[in-house]
């Protein structure tokens, strides 16, 4: 453990806040590990006059950021991709130990973060504008990027490090400095990663505050986060209430917002389909990361012609999934990320229970010293309970039938969430139905894989209490951008737009 901290730049006791110096004298936290309740170091958070002092700066540099070009600027970003490819194994490490995902899973969660820093190295070339044809003689018609400001990066526990490069490798690129602000239940990976920024800001000259970093409560320091006017975007990823109070707050004072919120995915199984596949990607969707991604497969809507035999397939494989230290590869589910995650599993499978829900199989809480582990459960349901309808942020899985193909998408786009969701068949017709208008109203819709484990290329994100917002590949960029439309005249005369005349 101390091997792991020591080889990230961390101290026993880490200051929390930085921009080009490292501060912190707020409150002190001690970081206290799922896997077995030990403490792993201590976090002195910021206090609002230090937040001051690291916004300030964080602004300031921004002014000659986005004058640097940017194919520069994507050098510092391929300068921090082989730093974490240098570093992928120790960060992967302290992921799990902090949060708790399997050690596979959180190697995964690294390598996506490499993977958005190859693309944004890519991108730093490709800020293309579009031109269009000007409806005037001797006029052209341009759009162009340019840097925005400040982003604030708000992240979320269960992707401590993965949300804040999908953000961050972009925002750089895009000439923009980053504030991050980390989950307090995941502080040490982002100390961790600030520091991997800094080496690499530093290599080539830059000011280090171009990646700041303030840690604090949500209520305090997130607020001062969201009110600030020199915050020009921010992306926040966490639960529904926690987006429509961040959402509020930006759109107040007319700031940019990226929310990615809630999800309640689903997945249809149809008898068409490979049952195999069904069963692989729904088990690894529903209990990897026990639960707690955004993507993970919460509902299961299966054709009525197979729901025994397919309920019993995914049982057996639930009965013996192996529960333990997620450092240890033998372990396919570790803990959830502390003990009130618990206590909300247990008191939503009461509710579904009290709701008409038939508990098939696990949601107890596992007895060990100071680890957070439970078993994952199976809920067979008739359809979307109102308990259904909320997002559980643990490995609870609600099992129902269906009739018909066009009974499905109903029961799938019957939530008030949008991120995730799939089609496990073979049919070509049903396949085609989910993709289209009538289909999925989610912002993912896949097909024959699970609802889980998007890919970097895409733009990510959802619909409806899910937020809207989209962030990582595709033309997620432009929404860290600021657009700018230029007519330009060199006709020598002056000609109005909408054919209106001028007689002077
Ligand atoms: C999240 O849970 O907030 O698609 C992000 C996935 C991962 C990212 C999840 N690539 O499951």
Same mark, same amino acid.
């Given at each position: 453990?101390?091997?792991?901290?020591?080889?990230?730049?961390?101290?026993?006791?880490?200051?929390?806040?930085?921009?080009?110096?490292?501060?912190?004298?707020?409150?002190?936290?001690?970081?206290?590990?799922?896997?077995?309740?030990?403490?792993?170091?201590?976090?002195?958070?910021?206090?609002?006059?230090?937040?001051?002092?690291?916004?300030?700066?964080?602004?300031?540099?921004?002014?000659?950021?986005?004058?640097?070009?940017?194919?520069?600027?994507?050098?510092?970003?391929?300068?921090?991709?082989?730093?974490?490819?240098?570093?992928?194994?120790?960060?992967?490490?302290?992921?799990?130990?902090?949060?708790?995902?399997?050690?596979?899973?959180?190697?995964?969660?690294?390598?996506?973060? @490499?993977? @958005?820093?190859?693309?944004?190295? !890519?991108?730093?070339?490709?800020?293309?504008?579009?031109?269009?044809?000007?409806?005037?003689?001797?006029?052209?018609?341009?759009?162009?990027?340019?840097?925005?400001?400040?982003? !604030?990066?708000?992240?979320?526990?269960?992707?401590?490090?993965?949300?804040?490069?999908?953000?961050?490798?972009? $925002?750089?690129?895009?000439? %923009?400095?980053?504030?991050?602000?980390?989950?307090?239940?995941?502080?040490?990976?982002?100390?961790?990663?600030?520091?991997?920024?800094?080496?690499?800001?530093?290599?080539?000259?830059?000011?280090?505050?171009?990646?700041? #970093?303030?840690?604090?409560?949500?209520?305090?320091?997130?607020?001062?986060?969201?009110?600030?006017?020199?915050?020009? #975007?921010?992306?926040?990823?966490?639960?529904?209430?926690?987006?429509?109070?961040?959402?509020?707050?930006?759109?107040?004072?007319?700031?940019?917002?990226?929310?990615?919120?809630?999800?309640?995915?689903?997945?249809?199984?149809?008898?068409?389909?490979?049952? %195999?596949?069904?069963?692989?990607?729904?088990?690894?969707?529903?209990?990897?990361?026990?639960?707690?991604?955004?993507?993970?497969?919460?509902?299961?809507?299966?054709?009525?012609?197979?729901?025994?035999?397919?309920?019993?397939?995914?049982?057996?494989?639930?009965?013996?999934?192996?529960?333990?230290?997620?450092?240890?590869?033998?372990?396919?589910?570790?803990?959830?990320?502390?003990?009130?995650?618990?206590?909300?599993?247990?008191?939503?499978?009461?509710?579904?229970?009290?709701?008409?829900?038939?508990?098939?199989?696990?949601?107890?809480?596992?007895?060990?010293?100071?680890?957070?582990?439970?078993?994952?459960?199976?809920?067979?349901?008739?359809?979307? #309970?109102? @308990?259904?309808?909320?997002?559980?942020?643990?490995?609870?899985?609600?099992?129902?039938?269906?009739?018909?193909?066009?009974?499905?998408?109903?029961?799938?786009?019957?939530?008030?969430?949008?991120?995730?969701?799939?089609?496990?068949?073979?049919?070509?017709?049903?396949?085609?139905?989910?993709?289209?208008?009538?289909?999925?109203?989610?912002? @993912?819709?896949?097909?024959?894989?699970?609802?889980?484990?998007?890919?970097?290329?895409?733009?990510?994100?959802?619909?409806?209490?899910?937020?809207?917002?989209?962030?990582?590949?595709? %033309? $997620?960029?432009?929404?860290?951008?600021?657009?700018?439309?230029?007519?330009?005249?060199?006709?020598?005369?002056?000609?109005?737009?909408?054919?209106?005349?001028? %007689?002077?």
């Amino acid at each position: 453990m101390k091997e792991v901290l020591n080889s990230l730049g961390l101290s026993p006791s880490n200051p929390g806040g930085f921009s080009g110096a490292w501060i912190g004298s707020g409150k002190v936290q001690t970081v206290v590990s799922p896997i077995h309740g030990e403490a792993l170091a201590t976090v002195t958070n910021v206090t609002p006059q230090e937040f001051e002092t690291v916004l300030a700066k964080c602004h300031q540099a921004f002014a000659s950021w986005k004058l640097v070009p940017a194919p520069k600027r994507g050098e510092v970003v391929k300068e921090i991709g082989d730093e974490l490819r240098r570093n992928k194994e120790a960060l992967a490490q302290l992921v799990t130990l902090e949060m708790g995902k399997t050690l596979r899973e959180g190697r995964g969660e690294v390598q996506e973060m @490499i993977d @958005i820093c190859d693309l944004a190295v !890519g991108l730093s070339r490709q800020l293309y504008g579009l031109t269009m044809p000007s409806e005037r003689r001797m006029h052209r018609l341009q759009e162009q990027w340019h840097p925005l400001g400040v982003v !604030g990066v708000i992240t979320a526990f269960n992707f401590p490090v993965a949300v804040w490069s999908w953000n961050t490798a972009i $925002a750089l690129v895009c000439g %923009d400095t980053v504030l991050w602000k980390p989950s307090s239940k995941a502080p040490l990976t982002a100390i961790a990663c600030t520091r991997i920024a800094e080496k690499a800001l530093r290599k080539f000259g830059f000011d280090p505050a171009i990646c700041s #970093l303030v840690i604090g409560k949500g209520s305090e320091i997130g607020d001062l986060i969201n009110t600030d006017p020199r915050v020009a #975007l921010v992306s926040y990823t966490g639960s529904v209430p926690g987006g429509r109070h961040v959402g509020g707050l930006v759109q107040a004072r007319f700031g940019r917002h990226i929310l990615e919120l809630g999800g309640n995915n689903a997945v249809i199984v149809s008898e068409k389909g490979d049952l %195999d596949i069904a069963l692989r990607s729904i088990y690894f969707g529903a209990i990897g990361t026990s639960g707690q991604r955004c993507t993970s497969t919460r509902r299961v809507i299966v054709r009525e012609a197979i729901f025994e035999t397919f309920k019993n397939r995914l049982l057996g494989l639930y009965r013996k999934t192996p529960i333990g230290d997620p450092r240890e590869d033998k372990y396919l589910m570790g803990p959830l990320v502390d003990a009130a995650a618990v206590d909300t599993m247990l008191a939503a499978i009461d509710t579904v229970k009290a709701q008409g829900g038939k508990i098939l199989c696990g949601g107890e809480r596992l007895p060990h010293p100071g680890g957070c582990y439970v078993t994952p459960c199976i809920v067979e349901v008739p359809g979307n #309970l109102p @308990i259904v309808k909320e997002e559980t942020f643990a490995p609870v899985l609600y099992l129902m039938p269906y009739k018909t193909i066009e009974e499905a998408i109903a029961l799938q786009n019957g939530v008030p969430q949008g991120l995730s969701s799939a089609i496990i068949t073979n049919d070509l017709g049903e396949c085609e139905l989910f993709l289209s208008a009538a289909g999925s109203d989610c912002g @993912i819709a896949n097909v024959n894989t699970g609802t889980s484990g998007a890919e970097i290329g895409g733009a990510f994100g959802g619909e409806k209490e899910t937020g809207g917002g989209r962030e990582s590949g595709s %033309d $997620a960029w432009k929404a860290y951008m600021r657009r700018q439309t230029s007519a330009i005249n060199f006709s020598g005369q002056v000609e109005l737009a909408q054919g209106i005349t001028l %007689d002077i």
